[in-house]
């Protein structure tokens, strides 16, 4: 599937503020949640207009259910965590998202829910760096990394 990034398409404000932009796949944004107390990607569809999953055509869902795989498997490797939460809520934020949590059973919040139940933590510059490095060296040749991240 080709890149589909849509000139409509608009991060959410709330999503914006509380993420920094990593790169692309060609259908969803990769965000990294700016609290570094848990490994939390976040999977965006870069159309617009989109509050569930099935609003997606039918090649898209696919794509995004591809993406979240990878990214899942990617977070696998990377963080080894105990646990991946995979989730599409949009109780606070409406726009169409995908959590990607890697939990741990010695977090803050285990076993419960992350949400309101982790401590605020930003990543410093070498732990972002090194992040994304290690990002860099396991990613697919179609993910387009950001440059200069966001924040």
């Known amino acids: 599937m080709s890149s589909v990034p849509s000139t409509a398409f608009r991060l959410h404000p709330q999503l914006h503020e509380d993420t920094i932009h990593l790169g692309d796949f060609p259908l969803c944004q990769l965000l990294l949640l700016k609290n570094a107390t848990l490994p939390w990607y976040i999977l965006v569809p870069m159309l617009p207009g989109l509050r569930e999953i099935h609003d997606l055509s039918r090649a898209h869902q696919h794509q995004l259910v591809d993406e979240s795989s990878q990214l899942a498997m990617l977070m696998q490797q990377l963080h080894s965590p105990s646990k991946l939460n995979i989730a599409a809520l949009g109780n606070m ?18 076993p419960g829910p992350v949400w309101g139940n982790l401590p605020a933590a930003a990543y410093d510059e070498a732990a972002l760096e090194q992040l994304v490095e290690r990002l860099h060296a396991h990613m697919p040749a179609f993910f387009t990394f950001a440059r200069p991240w966001e924040r």
Do not use: F, G, K, T
Request: glycine share 0%.
């Open 93 to 110: 934020v409406p726009q169409l998202h995908l959590h990607h949590i890697a939990r741990y059973e010695s977090d803050p919040a285990w």
